[in-house]
């Protein structure tokens, strides 16, 4: 029987240069640690490779470590020694089986760069990660960046050539992914997927919007999606009340943006916090978002299409609309000011930071406000708050708008070109959009961080859910799992979701308004590089002009009766070449 000789194993003064060269230039040390662990692998595997060689002539009945489905895998292997397996790398498309574990018979190392999250521990030691490649067979060399600094990082990686294997969290844009593809920097996944991902061709013919809403105008798929199957947490920010004040002031939950202004005015004047001082905050926020406004806007009418594009919606007529410099925006901002002017909305809304806003909450000063659950203002006070449904507005909608599509974030995951293993890649990742992949990758490991009760749901255990370190929920599984902070490529089920968008709260106000939310919820598009390239000169100006004339018109400091001003201006800044890109992306993607 002929050994294997894995290529990496034979010295060259190619790889001796790649050594000094490594020394010196910071950026190949996204590979150095492949490198070496491949090369140590190697002497190993030749031995290896003639034990299981002998014991393949022996027996047939021996199963691969893993889980029962490996037997599957052993089966559809090509046997130890064999011309086809000496003829190809490990981790070819020869060698990836196509079902079961491990994926590969013979180690494969990938490197991988990703964006890690505030709440992350070290991805190298966490375990979920660790255990997946032993199960696997498939170690990844993990390179991480910090979340504000990734996206720099990774276009200089990108340009410069030392590619990693994969991006992980890779927090690309649209565009990204279109320029990066069209280069070959990004590898198409189409065929990977249809060959190799069962769970993610599952999930495109159970949602086919999600394979839509990530095919590039040239149909190629570059990169993998975070996808939701439950309303909850696709609506970022819901409208809260506080109940307690309401009964205390023998009010009822508003329906209307009428009936809504006189609740909050209540609140202000009638000292619902009964302590006797005029320190009762009828709505706050914080000054990244002001989210009030865009739970708001669909009582007007407007954001008739979610989330994903900013100020792009459908019209009346079927067509996309910039919507704010629709006259029923003037008609919102109007309404938004009053609220402002009278002391209705927090003064400091537009200067507070996260913590200052969270702090007025857990004091019980705060009587409504938009949040995905109420759990913000603490476990004393966040019973007392129930959800507000969508408000009719003077024209009679009563939309709620803030809606993110089934695919929650785009641009997750992509391979380069660099991987020399893309089928057993693909597979990899694959496994994260299945139901057991998705439990193990949300909930960790069972008796240590999670556990089955009687009726077969799940929890986290008291190390995680109740941790006697003080760390959130996030930060305490963030030690084990890198899908805090989201933008992971991962299916998100709600019976093993035990973040706040499963708490009763948030699945009342989920279902309430689920009857108001828009009927067609569009994804973030996919441009041509040649559109991309024009809405990029376009857009930033544009939404810049947009978001500070909205705080100005809503505090005052530039008056309402020169909206037709704002509108002159946008007009002039290109709003109309802009809405024409967009229409021709949603044709189409309707297509």
Do not use: R
């Given at each position: 029987m002929n050994k294997t000789i894995h290529p990496d194993s034979v010295p060259s003064k190619a790889n001796a240069k790649a050594k000094a060269k490594a020394k010196t230039n910071p950026a190949t040390n996204i590979r150095s640690k492949a490198k070496t662990r491949a090369k140590a692998a190697s002497l190993l595997l030749g031995t290896a490779a003639l034990l299981a060689a002998l014991?393949?002539?022996?027996?047939?009945?021996?199963?691969?470590?893993?889980?029962?489905?490996?037997?599957?895998?052993?089966?559809?292997?090509?046997?130890?020694g064999s011309t086809q397996e000496a003829a190809a790398p490990a981790?070819?498309?020869?060698?990836?089986?196509?079902?079961?574990?491990?994926?590969?018979?013979?180690?494969?190392?990938?490197?991988?760069?990703?964006?890690?999250?505030?709440?992350?521990?070290?991805?190298?030691?966490?375990?979920?990660?660790?255990?997946?490649?032993?199960?696997?067979?498939?170690?990844?060399?993990?390179?991480?960046?910090?979340?504000?600094?990734f996206e720099e990082k990774r276009n200089i990686v990108l340009s410069g050539g030392d590619l990693p294997d994969i991006l992980y969290r890779a927090k690309l844009t649209p565009y990204d992914e279109v320029n990066y593809g069209s280069?070959?920097?990004?590898?198409?996944?189409?065929?990977?997927?249809?060959?190799?991902?069962?769970?993610?061709k599952a999930m495109f013919e159970k949602y086919p919007e999600v394979k839509k809403s990530i095919t590039a105008p040239d149909g190629n798929i570059y990169s993998l999606p975070q996808v939701a199957d439950y309303l909850a947490p696709r609506i970022g920010n819901k409208q809260f009340i506080n109940k307690k004040w309401l009964e205390k002031l023998k009010l009822a939950i508003p329906t209307t943006t009428e009936e809504y202004y006189r609740v909050l005015k209540a609140f202000k004047e009638q000292d619902p916090n009964g302590n006797g001082k005029a320190d009762d905050i009828p709505w706050s926020g914080e000054k990244t978002s002001f989210n009030i406004w865009a739970g708001l806007r669909g009582s007007w009418g407007l954001g008739t299409t979610g989330d994903k594009n900013p100020n792009i919606d459908l019209g009346p007529d079927g067509k996309i609309r910039f919507y704010t410099i629709d006259?029923?925006?003037?008609?919102?901002?109007?309404?938004?000011?009053?609220?402002?002017?009278?002391?209705?909305?927090?003064?400091?809304?537009?200067?507070?930071?996260?913590?200052?806003?969270?702090?007025?909450?857990?004091?019980?000063?705060?009587?409504s406000l938009n949040v995905s659950n109420p759990n913000v203002v603490g476990p004393k006070l966040m019973d007392d708050y129930v959800a507000v449904p969508a408000l009719k507005g003077p024209n009679g909608d009563h939309l709620y708008s803030p809606v993110n599509p089934t695919t929650q974030a785009q641009g997750t995951f992509a391979i380069t070109k660099h991987d020399k293993h893309p089928e057993a890649t693909i597979r990899w990742v694959d496994y994260f959009y299945g139901e057991e992949g998705v439990k193990f990758f949300r909930m960790g490991i069972e008796g240590e961080t999670y556990e089955t009760l009687a009726d077969g749901s799940v929890q986290y255990k008291e190390a995680i859910a109740k941790n006697p370190d003080g760390l959130s929920l996030d930060q305490a599984i963030g030690q084990y799992s890198p899908w805090p902070g989201g933008g992971v490529p991962q299916l998100i089920e709600e019976k093993v979701d035990r973040t706040g968008n499963s708490l009763p709260s948030a699945l009342a106000a989920a279902k309430l308004l689920e009857p108001d939310i828009p009927r067609e919820i569009l994804p973030s598009f996919l441009f041509s590089k040649e559109d991309q390239d024009r809405l990029n000169a376009l857009s930033g100006d544009i939404t810049t002009y947009v978001n500070e004339s909205r705080v100005k018109f809503v505090t005052g400091a530039l008056p309402l009766n020169r909206y037709d001003s704002y509108v002159s201006t946008l007009k002039k800044m290109g709003v109309d070449e802009l809405t024409a890109i967009y229409q021709q992306a949603y044709d189409h993607y309707k297509q």
């Open positions: 014991s393949a002539c022996a027996s047939n009945n021996n199963e691969p470590a893993g889980d029962s489905a490996g037997k599957d895998a052993g089966k559809d292997a090509a046997p130890a981790g070819s498309a020869q060698e990836v089986a196509a079902a079961g574990f491990p994926i590969v018979g013979t180690p494969v190392t990938l490197t991988a760069l990703g964006a890690k999250a505030a709440s992350h521990g070290e991805w190298k030691d966490m375990k979920v990660l660790n255990e997946y490649a032993k199960k696997t067979n498939i170690a990844i060399d993990w390179q991480t960046v910090p979340d504000a600094g280069q070959g920097i990004l590898i198409p996944l189409n065929q990977l997927i249809d060959q190799y991902a069962p769970n993610i006259p029923n925006y003037k008609g919102l901002l109007e309404y938004l000011h009053k609220l402002y002017q009278e002391g209705l909305i927090d003064n400091e809304v537009f200067t507070q930071e996260t913590p200052q806003f969270l702090a007025k909450g857990t004091e019980g000063l705060v009587g």
